[in-house]
């Protein structure tokens, strides 16, 4: 079946650190990889995506580039702010199957 | 930024009452979707919607859980009786594009927080 696993959190970092939430998954199809962000108290909302091997979705200063090869598709950032503190979902798509599945979220907070 | 509109914020009821949950997406997004969040876990589809067509509703619990979309438009979610386990987070989102392409992005509202006593 299709299935994503990320990091267990909770993550806790100092301003300015530098980000790294991994996530991989498992698809019976060729999926499209998406990062949705939470913040406290909010819906989910789409941080960055990517539909094929090699390609790298960026957005607010986050990046992922989608590994074919090691089914991943980790969420980086050079340099975290408090503002980033939320709870961080990778989630996939496979054509066919017509929803997204997510994973657990991992809670990231940001201290001054 | 036109948002997806959920009612009620929050909801506290007791076991075995009936709950409804409404949901207006974006205007002019053809596919509607609930899901649910259980505390500390992603969010899990539970049913959606093209237009007013229910297209997956495989991990709904039919013997107590209801969706309709009549008009293909606002969405309402039923919970009937309410059990203990159905505390939850319950999202609802939409989509400009029709569930055959799957790559359009969801658009989340902020969910309504079910707590049953």
């Known amino acids: 079946g299709n299935s994503v696993t990320q990091m267990e959190g909770p993550v806790t970092l100092s301003e300015e650190a530098f980000l790294t939430i991994n996530c991989t998954y498992t698809a019976t199809g060729y999926p499209s990889l998406f990062w949705y962000v939470q913040y406290p108290g909010e819906g989910l909302q789409l941080l960055l995506k990517a539909t094929k091997a090699d390609d790298k979705g960026s957005n607010k200063g986050f990046e992922a580039t989608y590994r074919k090869e090691t089914t991943s598709f980790h969420l980086e950032k050079g340099s975290v702010q408090v503002s980033d503190s939320a709870v961080y979902f990778c989630a996939l798509s496979v054509q066919g199957a017509q929803k997204l599945v997510f994973g657990q979220g991992t809670r990231l907070t940001i201290n001054p | 930024e036109a948002e997806v509109a959920q009612s009620p914020r929050y909801k506290i009821t007791e076991k075995s009452q009936a709950v409804a949950f409404w949901c207006d997406p974006i205007?002019?997004?053809?596919?509607l979707y609930w899901y649910r969040q259980i505390l500390g876990q992603g969010p899990e589809l539970l049913v959606q919607?093209?237009?007013?067509?229910?297209?997956?509703d495989s991990q709904l619990p039919k013997d107590r859980f209801s969706a309709e979309r009549l008009k293909g438009v606002d969405s309402t979610l039923k919970i009937q009786p309410a059990e203990l386990g159905d505390s939850a987070m319950y999202l609802c989102?939409?989509?400009?594009?029709?569930?055959?392409?799957?790559?359009?992005?969801?658009?989340f509202g902020n969910g309504t927080r079910l707590t049953v006593t």
């Open positions: 989102a939409s989509s400009l594009e029709g569930w055959s392409s799957y790559n359009s992005p969801l658009h």
């Open positions: 205007s002019g997004h053809a596919t």
């Open positions: 919607f093209q237009d007013e067509s229910v297209v997956d």
